[in-house]
């Protein structure tokens, strides 16, 4: 019923949010009669910002069109390789006419970014993604709303996310040989999940698993997010917080926790900060800066825009993560597409090196919850584990900005560079990735420290990353 009224409020106040966007470009414009007046700067601010607090904010797009590797700017073309129920794995190919910078793509590692399912759309990380790509071949998970999904599609639980990045992780394997996996925030938990499955099994694991800002052990300096998720019961939140989509949407009758309530929950963590940005803007409006306006309305158009989570992969969520800690307790069963349980036991990795990331602020996951993923790979090498946290950074910061760029960023290209093999050319008979996605036919409807980094572009090749120069592998650019 909440679903209905706040789509009922939407609708009614769309009129209005349009109205308040025509006035504002109205008084704004210096050829309209209205644009006379001395306050005509202040009345279009006021209607400008009336118009961003009342619009309905779609899907960003991540409009990556070029990035510049060494001085030659390079062509990206977005597509899908996978098109599942709930989540699309999109590639950034790259094209240049240079052949040396050609050459040097060829050359480059491949890194799966799993990007977070947990309000926001996977171009939140479009800063990470552009960045990446400078050195690297990079795909990225972009989860749906699922208030989009067809009820007939089935439910989504954690289980299956955990079994979506295992497929992913082969996709990538069956292209490259190996690849490199970066998961932030959210996904932490799940990738290391599957990256335990997989070894547990004996199959090929990722050469590196980065993971930032996440809650592998959401005990360690818990945060009012974490607070909230441990201290009300899973009944609470199966009572309280999850609705049916109403009709006009794909997914209508599907039980979810709507975007709306979690894009409430991050907006009342920090209120005087929303506050003061949203005042800020108005007057840099009647100032007329253009520069902080734009920069303002790029963040919010991002910060705004939510997606809708299935019911059984958010209760999942709560349950496992932040109630049960069945990762670090060692008592998380995950059922896999055949339908049998497997035992998520991360001591089990071996071949693959573990990096960490923290940010000093970080006011989601707190600090020592990503840091603990080291101990708990006790079969990897300490040569071959890594932490970094990075002084002054909230938990955008990790993955965004100029700390993300500066600080970040060269550390995790040479933890990558010092555990990869050399890709060798795809034989002539491999069989090429189309243009078109790969179509998955919905599932039935079931239920599932350091406080530095390491020199670590100096030191020699571990025994993960000579383990890997051995594999026979096929690649491509």
Same mark, same amino acid.
């Given at each position: 019923?909440?679903?209905?009224?706040?789509?009922?409020?939407?609708?009614?106040?769309?009129?209005?949010?349009?109205?308040?966007?025509?006035?504002?470009?109205?008084?704004?414009?210096?050829? %309209?009669?209205?644009?006379?007046?001395?306050?005509?700067?202040?009345? %279009?601010?006021?209607?400008?910002?009336?118009?961003?607090?009342?619009?309905?904010?779609?899907?960003?797009?991540? =409009?990556?069109?070029?990035?510049?590797?060494?001085?030659?700017?390079?062509?990206?073309?977005? *597509?899908?390789?996978?098109?599942?129920?709930?989540?699309?794995?999109? *590639?950034?190919?790259?094209?240049?006419?240079?052949?040396?910078?050609?050459?040097?793509?060829?050359?480059?590692?491949?890194?799966?970014?799993?990007?977070?399912?947990?309000?926001?759309?996977?171009?939140?990380? *479009?800063?990470?993604?552009?960045?990446?790509?400078?050195?690297?071949?990079?795909?990225?998970?972009?989860?749906?709303?699922?208030?989009?999904?067809?009820?007939?599609?089935?439910?989504?639980?954690?289980?299956?996310?955990?079994?979506?990045?295992?497929?992913?992780?082969?996709?990538?394997?069956?292209?490259?040989?190996?690849?490199?996996?970066?998961?932030?925030?959210?996904?932490?938990?799940?990738?290391?999940?599957?990256?335990?499955?997989?070894?547990?099994?004996?199959?090929?694991?990722?050469?590196?698993?980065?993971?930032?800002?996440?809650?592998?052990?959401?005990?360690?300096?818990?945060?009012?997010?974490?607070?909230?998720?441990?201290?009300? %019961?899973?009944?609470?939140?199966?009572?309280?917080?999850?609705? *049916?989509?109403?009709?006009?949407?794909?997914?209508?009758?599907?039980?979810?926790?709507?975007?709306?309530?979690?894009?409430?929950?991050?907006?009342?963590?920090?209120?005087?900060?929303?506050?003061?940005?949203?005042?800020?803007?108005?007057?840099?409006?009647?100032?007329?800066?253009?520069?902080?306006?734009?920069?303002?309305?790029?963040?919010?158009?991002?910060?705004?825009?939510?997606?809708?989570?299935?019911?059984?992969?958010?209760?999942?969520?709560?349950?496992?993560?932040?109630?049960?800690?069945?990762?670090?307790?060692?008592?998380?069963?995950?059922?896999?597409?055949?339908?049998?349980?497997?035992?998520?036991?991360?001591?089990?990795?071996?071949?693959?090196?573990?990096?960490?990331?923290?940010?000093?602020?970080?006011?989601? %996951?707190?600090?020592?919850?990503?840091?603990?993923?080291?101990?708990?790979?006790?079969?990897?090498?300490?040569?071959?584990?890594?932490?970094? =946290?990075?002084?002054?950074?909230?938990?955008?910061?990790?993955?965004?900005?100029?700390?993300?760029?500066?600080?970040?960023?060269?550390?995790?290209?040479?933890?990558?560079?010092?555990?990869?093999?050399?890709?060798?050319?795809?034989?002539?008979?491999?069989?090429?990735?189309?243009?078109?996605?790969?179509?998955?036919?919905?599932?039935?409807?079931?239920?599932?420290?350091?406080?530095?980094?390491?020199?670590?572009?100096?030191?020699?090749?571990?025994?993960?990353?000579?383990?890997?120069?051995?594999?026979?592998?096929?690649?491509?650019?």
């Amino acid at each position: 019923m909440l679903y209905q009224i706040y789509e009922t409020q939407r609708s009614m106040m769309e009129p209005f949010a349009d109205f308040a966007h025509a006035a504002a470009k109205l008084y704004s414009n210096p050829t %309209s009669p209205f644009g006379q007046n001395i306050f005509t700067q202040r009345v %279009s601010a006021g209607y400008d910002l009336l118009y961003r607090l009342g619009k309905d904010y779609v899907k960003p797009t991540f =409009d990556i069109k070029t990035v510049d590797v060494d001085g030659v700017d390079v062509a990206i073309h977005e *597509r899908i390789e996978i098109d599942k129920p709930f989540c699309e794995l999109r *590639r950034f190919k790259r094209f240049s006419d240079d052949t040396d910078t050609l050459s040097k793509l060829k050359g480059q590692p491949a890194v799966l970014i799993v990007a977070p399912l947990s309000g926001h759309y996977a171009t939140l990380l *479009r800063d990470t993604v552009r960045t990446m790509l400078r050195d690297h071949k990079v795909y990225i998970t972009d989860w749906k709303n699922a208030r989009i999904v067809p009820v007939s599609d089935g439910p989504f639980s954690l289980d299956d996310y955990v079994n979506d990045v295992q497929e992913f992780i082969r996709h990538l394997q069956g292209i490259y040989g190996n690849c490199h996996v970066l998961a932030v925030c959210q996904p932490t938990v799940p990738v290391m999940a599957a990256v335990s499955l997989m070894a547990s099994r004996g199959e090929t694991t990722p050469l590196t698993m980065t993971l930032m800002g996440g809650p592998i052990d959401a005990r360690k300096s818990p945060t009012a997010v974490n607070d909230l998720a441990m201290n009300k %019961s899973y009944s609470w939140f199966e009572n309280n917080v999850i609705f *049916r989509v109403p009709q006009g949407f794909p997914g209508k009758g599907r039980k979810v926790y709507p975007g709306f309530l979690q894009h409430t929950g991050f907006v009342t963590m920090n209120p005087d900060k929303h506050l003061k940005s949203h005042y800020d803007y108005f007057k840099d409006l009647i100032k007329g800066d253009d520069a902080s306006t734009e920069a303002h309305r790029k963040f919010y158009d991002e910060y705004n825009a939510v997606l809708d989570m299935d019911a059984d992969y958010y209760l999942d969520t709560i349950r496992i993560v932040f109630q049960d800690f069945a990762l670090v307790n060692g008592t998380w069963h995950v059922k896999g597409v055949e339908g049998t349980m497997e035992h998520v036991r991360p001591q089990d990795i071996k071949t693959t090196a573990v990096f960490s990331v923290e940010g000093e602020f970080d006011d989601i %996951s707190g600090a020592g919850q990503s840091e603990a993923a080291l101990g708990l790979c006790s079969g990897v090498d300490d040569a071959d584990k890594a932490h970094l =946290d990075v002084k002054g950074a909230g938990h955008y910061g990790i993955f965004s900005g100029r700390r993300w760029r500066e600080v970040v960023y060269p550390q995790l290209k040479n933890f990558i560079l010092a555990h990869r093999f050399e890709e060798k050319q795809a034989a002539p008979l491999a069989k090429p990735v189309q243009d078109a996605p790969k179509k998955v036919a919905p599932k039935a409807a079931t239920k599932a420290s350091a406080k530095a980094s390491p020199k670590l572009a100096a030191k020699a090749p571990t025994k993960v990353a000579q383990k890997a120069v051995s594999m026979k592998a096929a690649a491509r650019k």
